[in-house]
């Protein structure tokens, strides 16, 4: 056997670690932490009640969800941040799919929470609108979507006032016999990429889009700036007009990929032909969905990943219902 302490093997019968001291009970519930603490004094957070150390990572580090072949999300860490504010939702829906992307902003409160009950509200109101019919009106079913989860960011407002309430970005589709409906408010990116070459389906409500945009600055004078990445529109109860969705209707044609993910993925590969070449070394093989999306958040992480990375993929197969 190994002592849980120092990781020095020991013969089966000892009672003690020869090494450290420790005092070994064959059959016992091993602890949960350097210190002795068992499981049940770990919070989510992954801290030890009795130490005050990180005894283990939390699940939302890195999540992972598998609809089915064609459409998975795998969410993660990356390496630079002490925990993930991304959380996404992926739901099938008769012959559609439904699909959420959330970003939570780092310099709120409670970020994670405000995208984790974003994305689960957003995917459950498409996921609805969907099975029962109401996806045709496309326009206002994603507005619908995106303003439920908006509301329920009021259950985490702070009713003595709150200068930094949880907020989150968000990117969100609707897709069924190949009539597409994408939905964002922020930075957060969709994009389409096949036989006809990739492109990017959503516009960053960021200053530096907007200042390149309204011709003021060029992308590489506006790079250079401070505020460059700064998001311009969110969710969140101090967003008020900041967080209009801007929604968009396309027709697309399989075979082809849809992929959402936040800037933790898409700043390594700025350009729908760089994020284009991940997802074809990702599919040469016939990789299925998880397959891909586990492949982008590698290639990020290997990048740096200086932020969290989440990446959903739709594989849209030799039919619109990407069975």
Request: proline share 4%; charged share 20%; glycine share 10%.
């Amino acid at each position: 056997m190994q002592c849980f302490i120092c990781a020095a093997e020991l013969p089966d019968d000892d009672f003690f670690c020869e090494a450290c001291g420790t005092a070994l009970s064959p059959g016992a519930e091993p602890p949960a932490c350097s210190c002795g603490a068992r499981a049940r004094e770990i919070d989510e957070e992954g801290y030890c009640g009795r130490c005050g150390r990180r005894a283990r990572r939390p699940a939302s580090d890195h999540i992972e969800k598998v609809v089915s072949a064609v459409c998975a999300a795998v969410s993660d860490l990356g390496q630079k941040h002490s925990r993930n504010e991304d959380r996404f939702g992926v739901r099938q829906s008769g012959n559609g799919y439904a699909l959420v992307v959330c970003d939570g902003i780092s310099s709120s409160r409670e970020s994670e929470q405000a995208s984790a009950a974003v994305a689960a509200c957003v995917v459950e109101s498409l996921a609805q609108a969907l099975r029962s019919g109401a996806a045709a009106d496309r326009d206002s079913a994603m507005r619908q979507a995106i303003a439920s989860g908006e509301a329920a960011l009021a259950a985490h407002r702070d009713p003595m006032g709150d200068d930094n309430p949880p907020s989150t970005t968000v990117v969100a589709a609707m897709i069924a016999d190949g009539q597409l409906t994408v939905g964002w408010v922020g930075d957060s990116r969709a994009f389409w990429i096949g036989w006809g070459g990739a492109r990017q389906l959503t516009s960053d409500h960021s200053w530096m889009n907007m200042v390149v945009s309204s011709g003021e600055m060029t992308e590489e004078e506006a790079e250079r700036r401070p505020e460059a990445h700064s998001i311009t529109r969110w969710l969140g109860a101090d967003a008020e007009e900041n967080a209009n969705a801007d929604v968009a209707h396309f027709n697309v044609s399989p075979p082809g990929v849809l992929l959402l993910c936040t800037d933790g993925l898409w700043n390594y590969a700025k350009t729908p032909e760089a994020i284009a070449r991940i997802v074809g070394e990702s599919n040469g093989n016939g990789a299925d969905a998880l397959t891909m999306a586990r492949n982008l958040v590698a290639f990020a992480n290997a990048q740096g990943g200086h932020d969290n990375i989440t990446a959903v993929v739709l594989h849209m197969l030799g039919d619109s219902r990407a069975q």
